[in-house]
């Protein structure tokens, strides 16, 4: 460990091990099983139900199937890395502790900040989306809320003519406060429930993939990639790239499976199993859902869409089958929520028990053995966020948070096999260095290829981050004592 007065004091690898057996414990009670359906419960969320219309509308066209395996690359070259961390380290911090071990606090700090924008910010970009298609189920219905309720202040709509502009987005602080209380009863508990979603999650994709399959008209496709319009990122092949970065949040949840390596039955055997196998499901879904409900409906008819899957379904005979799809997609974005609520409230778990953070965010709860003030603080602010801010501007956010982390992670799987090359490892990243460098390029020009207001945004939030390390986090940190 370096000097405790260093920004980049490391944590040592038997303290991050003496973790997971001393003191309060989370329980242990997800197998192999439970975290690949963990994987698929998050991912497959707001990247296929929503962002994927709206990245077709803005950036990729009907070429968003090509974006989807950029994306899905990166996310590869990245889950491979993840995968031998987590056997390695089987504790809640997930790329926070990674980077802890191998490059320092500061960086770590850093992590742990930036892994706000990814769960924290995606679960409100999820829980708006949730917002936005529980207003088509109760249109079905002949049911309306008022559509001032249902918006950000930020957004407008078109009602019997006239423009009406938000006020709060109620739904969506609704579903992000559900979720939350559901997490404070326990995981086991939370994972029942996202067994049961993630069979009918699934099922409604493959029912979408086949019925629509019949129904593609392919002239949609034409051109497949729209030319460029003379911007960076509206189409193109720098459309394309931009369209990746923008669906790249689809594919956040195989690394919120880390975060539960402490409550994993066998950690070393199981995390790989988790992060590939959700990831490698998911791709190939994505891949054929885009491809069906870009063939159903021209791109240009998603701009403004936040709801693309239930507009494609029109072009089919299907009617009925909306009630269905969204009812799934309803359920399925409740899962979203919940797990990425889960992965933030962990990460801060474990920066809070190095003492980065006050104590609150690691009390847990006598019966549930949940840190449920921490679960209680983000129902707070992911509901603010949910509440006030657009679904663009905070999944962007979350996109650019999330492929920083990625980099991060690749990064340390090199030094890791530098400062510790015979450490146990259950999983072998393979082809090192190439398959780390590579993701550290593909997933930096994806971040390359985000908006500046979104970069604008991400230094903003990292420079609060740094108030916040120095005015407490160094001086208690349980390092430096």
């Not at 905070?394 to 991060?408: H, R």
């Not at 146990?424 to 985000?450: D, Q, S």
Request: aromatic content about 14%; charged content about 10%.
């Amino acid at each position: 460990m370096k000097s405790n007065n260093s920004l980049f004091r490391t944590k040592p690898l038997e303290e991050v091990l003496k973790d997971t057996t001393e003191g309060p414990q989370l329980k242990k009670t997800l197998g192999a099983f439970n975290l690949v359906t963990l994987g698929i419960g998050v991912i497959i969320g707001a990247g296929i139900f929503s962002l994927t219309g709206i990245a077709a509308a803005n950036n990729a066209g009907p070429a968003v199937t090509i974006s989807f395996m950029i994306a899905a690359l990166g996310c590869a070259f990245a889950g491979l890395c993840y995968a031998e961390f987590a056997s390695m380290l089987p504790i809640a911090g997930s790329a926070y502790t990674y980077s802890y071990v191998t490059m320092g606090e500061f960086i770590a700090w850093i992590i742990g900040w930036d892994l706000v924008l990814e769960y924290a910010v995606g679960a409100a970009t999820v829980a708006i989306s949730w917002s936005r298609y529980l207003s088509k189920l109760l249109h079905l219905f002949n049911v309306e809320l008022p559509a001032q309720l249902m918006m950000s202040p930020f957004d407008s709509t078109i009602v019997n003519g006239q423009t009406v502009h938000g006020i709060i987005n109620l739904p969506a602080v609704f579903i992000t406060v559900l979720m939350s209380m559901i997490l404070i009863r326990g995981t086991k508990e939370s994972a029942k429930l996202n067994n049961f979603i993630v069979v009918l999650k699934v099922s409604v994709v493959l029912a979408f993939i086949f019925l629509g399959w019949g129904y593609i008209n392919k002239e949609n496709y034409i051109p497949y990639i729209p030319e460029n319009t003379g911007e960076f990122e509206h189409f193109g092949w720098t459309g394309v790239v931009t369209g990746a970065a923008v669906v790249f949040f689809a594919f956040i949840g195989f690394d919120a499976v880390s975060t539960a390596a402490q409550e994993a039955k066998n950690p070393k055997r199981d995390m790989p199993i988790g992060i590939l196998g959700s990831l490698v499901i998911c791709t190939i879904l994505y891949v054929l859902f885009a491809h069906v409900m870009t063939g159903l409906e021209n791109y240009k008819n998603f701009v403004g869409e936040a709801a693309p899957v239930a507009k494609a379904i029109e072009n089919t005979p299907y009617k009925f089958f909306q009630e269905m799809i969204i009812i799934a997609i309803l359920g399925g974005y409740s899962s979203v929520v919940m797990v990425l609520l889960m992965g933030q409230s962990r990460v801060f778990y474990t920066m809070s028990k190095d003492g980065l953070l006050p104590s609150v965010f690691s009390d847990l709860h006598p019966k549930f053995k949940t840190p449920y003030k921490s679960n209680i603080l983000f129902a707070i602010f992911v509901g603010l966020f949910s509440a006030f801010v657009p679904v663009t501007v905070v999944g962007e956010m979350s996109s650019i948070g999330t492929l920083f982390a990625f980099v991060l992670v690749c990064i340390g799987v090199l030094v890791m096999r530098k400062t510790n090359p015979d450490a146990p490892r259950a999983f072998r990243t393979p082809w090192v260095p190439f398959v780390p460098v590579m993701g550290v390029i593909v997933c930096f020009y994806m971040m390359y290829a985000l908006p500046m207001d979104t970069w604008i945004r991400l230094f903003v939030w990292m420079g609060i981050g740094m108030l916040v390390y120095f005015a407490y986090g160094k001086k208690n940190s349980k390092f430096a004592k």
